[in-house]
């Protein structure tokens, strides 16, 4: 496997005004956004990922003897990619990034927006007229043309309810192009939330998707009051002492209700410390169940002396970094977890979250501690100076 690529968009693409303008707003073709040598992986090896039982895939079939659309979920096996037709269908392989750590640069040019939106690098292998169906996603989505051409038809005056029963794919029933676009390789298109599209292999194609995850309010509100409960005193419980005895046993009275209200409003705000904490938290919570350790980690002098011979940190594609400063020490989120630090670490800070590798003697000593932490966590490996 081996590919050229510009690690940032040409030069006449403007990340501020893309933000100001497109970011969740309108769908944006860029050509040429990519430069390739070659395809940065080829079919064999994305069907050899959906063969893994630890790797999501799925292939989708618009004609099946089951009905005009057709789901399979992996993992697959040689004999199921023997069966299947000629054309008309469309292998989906989800994280990818996480399972092939070298293809981390496709995510690259699109770090000015927080790694903590990113969702997952997911790539489609599609052969002649291969398609997943007109549908719309709750997400953005930066859409990478990788090899072959594929065409996109979008439209912004579809209903996202009006949708194929019996298939667990959210395919829309009726669906007229409002625009159409062949992609070609290095190709891109940016689609907002909710735009409806329709890619169609022209040809055996390849295609990247950069998705960038947007939590619903009722996930974020589950979390938090899940947050706070945890923090509640099991044995703190309703009282009404001193309550008048009452005429009518049925009734709720005015003053019972206040005193519910009073437990919900005294309880359903975090102070600014501890909301930052959850919040760095739970956008910092990886994406399904990372693998075991396969190797027994280091002691810390042994550690600390592979960084300081120059080995290399490399951040886990399963793990999940972020960062907050609140002016007076810098918290460190990674995995759920939080280390609180004193603010003149922010540069190691930084340096570790800006960069999927990092040589390890650009530590400050007093980081070392932290690092060896996260690499008992194995949120970091150790890698040979290359």
């Known amino acids: 496997m081996s590919a050229t690529v510009r690690q940032t968009l040409p030069g006449g693409f403007d990340s501020a005004r893309f933000m100001a303008e497109y970011w969740q707003r309108k769908p944006l073709l860029l050509r040429n956004a990519f430069s390739f040598a070659e395809p940065p992986l080829d079919r064999h090896e994305l069907a050899g990922l959906a063969c893994d039982d630890e790797v999501n895939s799925r292939i989708v079939q618009e004609h099946h003897a089951d009905g005009p659309w057709h789901l399979d979920y992996g993992p697959f096996d040689a004999d199921h990619f023997a069966a299947l037709p000629a054309?008309?269908?469309?292998?989906?392989?989800?994280?990818?990034?996480k399972h092939l750590p070298e293809l981390r640069f496709l995510l690259e040019p699109f770090r000015f927006i927080p790694d903590w939106r990113i969702d997952d690098l997911m790539i489609s292998y599609a052969v002649d007229s291969g398609s997943v169906g007109p549908h719309t996603d709750e997400y953005d989505v930066f859409l990478i043309q990788?090899?072959?051409?594929?065409?996109?038809?979008?439209?912004?005056?579809?209903?996202?309810?009006?949708?194929?029963?019996?298939?667990?794919?959210?395919?829309?029933?009726?669906?007229?192009?409002?625009?159409?676009?062949?992609?070609?390789p290095g190709d891109m298109l940016y689609l907002p939330?909710?735009?409806?599209?329709?890619?169609?292999?022209?040809?055996?194609?390849?295609?990247?998707?950069?998705?960038?995850?947007?939590?619903?309010?009722?996930?974020?509100?589950?979390?938090?009051?899940?947050?706070?409960?945890?923090?509640?005193?099991?044995d703190l419980r309703y009282g009404d002492a001193g309550s008048p005895p009452l005429p009518h046993p049925g009734e709720i009275p005015a003053?019972?209700?206040?005193?519910?209200?009073?437990?919900?409003?005294?309880?359903?705000?975090?102070?600014?410390?501890?909301?930052?904490?959850?919040?760095?938290r739970y956008?910092?919570?990886?994406?399904?169940?990372?693998?075991?350790?396969t190797e027994p980690a280091l002691e810390a002098d042994v550690f600390r002396a592979a960084l300081a011979a120059g080995q290399r940190i490399i951040r886990n594609p399963h793990s999940r970094f972020a960062w907050h400063d609140n002016g007076e020490a810098v918290t460190l989120f990674v995995d759920r977890q939080s280390w609180t630090l004193p603010r003149r670490l922010l540069p190691d800070v930084q340096r570790l979250t800006d960069a999927f590798e990092i040589p390890g003697d650009q530590f400050s000593a007093e980081f070392l501690d932290t690092l060896h932490r996260l690499y008992r966590h194995d949120a970091i490996w150790l890698d040979e100076p290359g």
């Not at 194609?205 to 619903?216: H, I, K, L, N, Y």
């Not at 003053?255 to 760095?280: K, N, P, Y």
């Open 283 to 293: 956008l910092s919570e990886p994406k399904g169940e990372p693998p075991l350790p």
């Open 146 to 184: 990788l090899e072959g051409v594929r065409e996109w038809q979008i439209s912004t005056q579809v209903d996202h309810d009006d949708i194929i029963d019996g298939i667990d794919l959210r395919i829309l029933k009726h669906f007229e192009p409002e625009q159409t676009w062949q992609l070609e």
């Open 87 to 97: 054309t008309h269908w469309t292998l989906l392989v989800s994280d990818v990034e």
């Open 193 to 234: 939330p909710r735009v409806a599209h329709h890619g169609i292999a022209r040809g055996d194609c390849m295609t990247a998707s950069v998705g960038f995850r947007a939590p619903s309010h009722r996930e974020i509100l589950q979390d938090y009051l899940d947050e706070i409960i945890l923090r509640i005193p099991e």
């Open 255 to 280: 003053r019972a209700v206040a005193r519910f209200r009073r437990i919900i409003t005294e309880h359903i705000t975090l102070d600014d410390a501890a909301f930052s904490d959850w919040l760095g």
